[in-house]
């Protein structure tokens, strides 16, 4: 099978290697998390050991005690020589942090796991290994792993972009576009076996139906607003009787399996967080297309922003939506360095009034901080201090 190179988690791997610190690798199910695994693993060559838990050669081992998969990996391994211990899906397995912690301790182990769900490290393991360990989180492809992949030679760059934007970017969907076939029903299916795997049967869920109209409703208001109280009293009004609390649980499963994010909303004057209101996004903007059909002309620009947002992800920055007084602004983002930055999203502004009420937001930030403005329109300028920045350079920056 054709493989997409993700040479930006590839290189973090290497950056991690041989460090006392168990490398886990996180993100939703089929954004390649094991595919890079095994192309990292095969760049070592000697003294590797790998063991997929989703994997029919190893069935066995779910039903084993966290010691027998433990002895199993220790015979294995050689104490005069580094050894490199790769387990992919490992929370498939009952007490999976025990068996962790105690591979750890062993000096000659160098250990990389992989997970599909945010439970993994908000259980037991981030108490056990605090401090032991470091997160590399996957996402489906950015436009420049994207953008090198397909061929470009059959659209113009906005329609290229905007195909981006619409639809799926996961790396298995990407290589059927790139074989010219429609891999609608691959994204369908997936979504499904995503909510069934790490949703349905991790948790209670009393009405499947009341939980898709939760998850309808997130995918229809990617970039917008919303509380569990709002979610809930706009479907008990539609006549799906259904109280916050089990909204809030809904968000919370559908967040832990990176299916969204919570995103939340900082106060810019006053500089702390607020605690109502909300935005969320979506792992994949193809999901939405998926459950809710065709688009409609006014949703290409809560996507960008749905895009832009993956990609400050990406960037290893903290991402909160900005509220100054009554204007908002898209992203309000805190680098590792210490600096803040403002991003404000649009599909366009070539109109006059569009572009007013965009700048308008940034304007009324009284500090020295970077703010950009993001759109498809060619060119870059800058608006009294403002840039204004071409996305799709952006994104390939």
């Not at 962790?100 to 108490?127: F, H, Q």
């Not at 996402?139 to 639809?167: G, H, W």
């Amino acid at each position: 099978m054709t493989n997409i190179e993700r040479n930006t988690y590839i290189d973090l791997l290497n950056k991690y290697k041989n460090t006392d610190l168990i490398k886990v690798i996180t993100g939703v199910r089929r954004s390649g998390k094991s595919t890079i695994l095994n192309t990292y693993a095969k760049s070592i060559k000697n003294h590797t050991i790998q063991i997929n838990f989703e994997s029919r050669k190893y069935a066995n081992f779910l039903n084993k005690d966290w010691t027998e998969i433990y002895d199993y990996i220790i015979q294995k391994c050689n104490p005069k020589v580094n050894n490199y211990i790769f387990l992919d899906e490992v929370q498939n397995i009952k007490n999976f942090e025990r068996l962790l912690d105690a591979l750890y301790i062993e000096k000659y182990i160098d250990l990389y796991v992989t997970g599909s769900n945010a439970y993994m490290l908000s259980s037991e393991l981030g108490t056990i290994l605090t401090g032991r360990y470091v997160e590399i989180h996957v996402l489906p492809l950015s436009y420049f792993e994207f953008m090198n992949f397909i061929d470009k030679s059959k659209y113009s760059n906005l329609n290229f972009f905007a195909d981006f934007v619409c639809n799926s970017a996961m790396p298995q969907s990407t290589i059927l576009k790139s074989r010219s076939i429609d891999s609608s029903d691959y994204i369908k299916d997936l979504l499904l076996s995503i909510i069934e795997k790490d949703i349905f049967i991790r948790h209670t869920i009393l009405s499947k139906n009341e939980f898709y109209k939760v998850a309808d409703f997130i995918f229809d208001s990617v970039g917008s607003e919303i509380s569990p109280t709002n979610i809930a009293n706009t479907l008990t009004s539609n006549g799906t009787k259904i109280d916050k609390q089990t909204v809030s649980k809904y968000l919370q499963y559908l967040s832990e399996s990176y299916v969204i994010y919570k995103v939340p909303r900082f106060d810019i004057k006053g500089k702390n967080l607020l605690k109502t209101l909300d935005k969320y996004y979506l792992v994949d903007t193809g999901f939405r297309m998926s459950k809710l059909g065709k688009l409609k002309n006014n949703d290409r620009g809560h996507l960008l922003e749905n895009i832009v947002y993956l990609e400050l992800l990406r960037r290893n920055k903290t991402v909160y939506v900005g509220k100054n007084n009554n204007f908002e602004v898209d992203f309000v983002v805190q680098t590792k360095e210490g600096d803040t930055k403002y991003y404000q999203v649009s599909w366009s502004v070539e109109n006059e009034d569009t572009l007013k009420r965009e700048l308008q937001s940034l304007q009324k930030i009284k500090d020295n901080f970077e703010k950009i403005l993001l759109t498809t329109d060619f060119g870059s300028v800058t608006h009294e201090g403002i840039n204004q920045i071409n996305v799709m350079d952006w994104l390939c920056n």
